[in-house]
């Protein structure tokens, strides 16, 4: 099916990027990282999904860095358009990485790791608030906004209607 070829497309599009940063910034391979990433959403979450999600309006700061940072590595400057890259995605998916942390918190080893006093206070969001900020994101990309509103009024319905524990 198309999201498990869009799945093995960003695996080696994730890789390769990887390996172009260990190989001392090679751009040939993060030419290649970069497109087969970039093709790899596209087939996972649909064409127009992903247009969705890149062109948002509180997301164009974060999709003008990522897809510049990817222009820039295509022209032939592998450093620069990583760095740019690499700011642009931590723009683009900042609501995902506490589903991330909280998923490798249930890892054996790394969730140990993870729970250590001074890695453990830097994660500032529970787990309710991961939630809300993962259902509120992907509830803005499939439908292009439009049920936004619709769920900040479902969140404030259930705040008030939970129990206060003082």
């Not at 500032?124 to 994101?137: A, I, M, P, Q």
């Amino acid at each position: 099916s198309l999201v498990e070829i869009g799945m093995g497309l960003t695996g080696f599009g994730v890789f390769f990027l990887i390996f172009g940063m260990l190989l001392f910034f090679d751009k040939a391979l993060l030419a290649i990282g970069n497109v087969l990433f970039v093709a790899g959403l596209a087939f996972v979450i649909g064409l127009e999904r992903t247009f969705r999600f890149f062109f948002q309006k509180h997301k164009v700061k974060a999709t003008g860095f990522f897809l510049g940072g990817v222009f820039v590595v295509l022209v032939g400057w592998p450093l620069i358009g990583m760095v740019l890259e690499i700011y642009g995605f931590f723009l683009l998916f900042r609501g995902f990485f506490p589903v991330v942390i909280g998923f490798i918190r249930r890892i054996p080893v790394l969730g140990s790791l993870l729970n250590l006093p001074g890695i453990s206070s830097m994660e500032g969001s529970g787990t309710t608030n991961t939630l809300n900020t993962v259902r509120d994101t992907l509830n803005t990309v499939r439908d292009g906004g439009q049920r936004r509103h619709r769920y900040i009024k479902y969140s404030e319905r259930r705040r008030a209607a939970a129990p206060q524990i003082h």
